[in-house]
């Protein structure tokens, strides 16, 4: 394993602070140095950039995050069973680690810093989808935030980066790619982790898109909301709850009324969002 700084090993730090990990707090721990500072590495430059982690726990990536070169760490911290190992790390890098405690779904990244933003994280399984819902569909565009590096269940993983045709396609993944480039880095065997969960993470990367296409955003989550939320039945049947003259409107966005969800790419998403956002 990676010995990157002259901090004690993470099994060490757990077992002293007494960090055992809660399913409540939607903790897995990832101890292996490797790993944690692969993640690091393929956020690119953070040098000029603040940093800002969710759930660091008892501060693997954290620290691989700061040896890498991050100017500044904010981590958001909800366990404050962890605030004293994380507060000994703050210590060793000479400041360059803000710790916030309290609920990452109740701070906006935005507010926490000045300058260019990346978040990377091992997000908590419990509020990851909830936390990145929330960064992708803030009102301003181009984000505060230049790039997004998250883990997640790998089946969360494929949502987020589904296509027209893919299994996993859904109204994650129209969201994340109407106004992200989207990619899988790599997987984590769930060994890595303690304690190992049952399924396979995987490193999503987000990079926002200068110019998405033009979208009424509340639009584009009301129509994917409806569409996949009864998924195996036609636009007509899925989209009439909508507004009562459905099927033109479907019509109007240049779609089959015939056609279901699954078969309608991101474009097609942001037509019937215009078209369902007339009066």
């Known amino acids: 394993m990676a010995q990157i700084d002259d901090l004690p090993p993470l099994r060490e730090v757990i077992a002293e602070h007494g960090l055992d990990a809660r399913k409540s707090l939607g903790q897995n721990f990832l101890l292996d140095l490797n790993l944690t500072s692969r993640i690091a590495r393929s956020a690119g430059d953070l040098s000029e950039c603040t940093v800002v982690e969710v759930g660091p726990g008892p501060g693997g990536l954290t620290r691989a995050l700061l040896a890498a070169g991050a100017k500044k760490v904010i981590a958001i911290e909800k366990d404050t069973r962890c605030l004293p190992a994380l507060d000994q790390i703050s210590q060793h890098y000479g400041g360059r680690l803000e710790v916030i405690e309290g609920d990452a779904l109740k701070h906006n990244p935005a507010d926490l810093a000045d300058g260019p933003i990346k978040i990377i994280a091992n997000l908590p399984y419990n509020v990851g989808t909830q ?22 269940q790998k089946e969360v993983g494929q949502r987020i980066v589904g296509q027209t045709g893919d299994k996993a396609y859904g109204r994650l993944g129209v969201l994340a790619n109407w106004r992200c480039h989207t990619d899988i880095l790599f997987d984590l065997n769930p060994k890595a982790f303690t304690p190992p969960p049952k399924v396979i993470s995987a490193v999503v990367q987000l990079h926002p898109r200068e110019t998405p296409l033009e979208c009424p955003l509340k639009a584009l989550e009301r129509v994917t909301a409806h569409a996949f939320g009864q998924r195996r039945k036609m636009l007509r049947a899925s989209l009439k709850g909508l507004k009562p003259d459905a099927e033109a409107r479907i019509e109007a966005a240049g779609l089959k009324p015939t056609a279901r969800a699954e078969e309608i790419d991101v474009a097609g998403f942001v037509a019937l969002a215009h078209a369902f956002d007339q009066d």
């Open 131 to 152: 936390l990145l819902l929330g960064w992708l569909t803030t009102p301003e565009w181009p984000p505060f935030w230049t790039s997004l590096t998250l883990m997640f």
